[in-house]
């Protein structure tokens, strides 16, 4: 059974940073691409980075990059998500997810996500 658990999330102020972990169980990172999407109060879920599990290449909505950096331990079993300049509209709940291709975590489709954990961007 496939288990993502997020951690990391928080309050912080605009122009902070936070990073945010996810814990796999099994050989996920071996097979799997895995990711982030988030979701706000009342808006669509939006597919935020992703990190290959063929090749490496990352990837990231326009929103976030320059700001975001997604990686992964393969020896701890965890993706990172180093979010930085963060903004009021990066709140929401973000949730790890991991599907075979980065399309279904970045379009938030995929069916394997983690619990979610709560980010608040406010002054």
């Known amino acids: 059974q496939v288990q993502l658990v997020e951690s990391g999330g928080g309050l912080v102020q605009p122009g902070g940073s936070l990073r945010l972990s996810c814990a796999s169980s099994?050989?996920?990172?071996?097979?799997?691409?895995v990711g982030w999407f988030r979701q706000a109060p009342g808006k669509e879920p939006e597919g935020v980075s992703c990190?290959?599990?063929?090749?490496?290449?990352?990837y990231y909505s326009d929103s976030v990059k320059g700001r975001f950096t997604i990686s992964r331990d393969n020896a701890k079993r965890t993706v990172y998500l180093q979010m930085n300049n963060l903004k009021v509209e990066d709140s929401g709940v973000y949730f790890c997810?991991?599907?075979?291709?980065?399309?279904?975590?970045?379009?938030?489709?995929?069916?394997?996500w983690g619990q979610g954990t709560q980010v608040t961007v406010s002054s």
């Open positions: 099994g050989y996920i990172l071996d097979f799997y691409s």
């Open positions: 997810a991991a599907d075979w291709g980065c399309d279904g975590v970045l379009s938030s489709t995929t069916t394997t």
């Open positions: 990190i290959s599990t063929s090749d490496d290449d990352t």
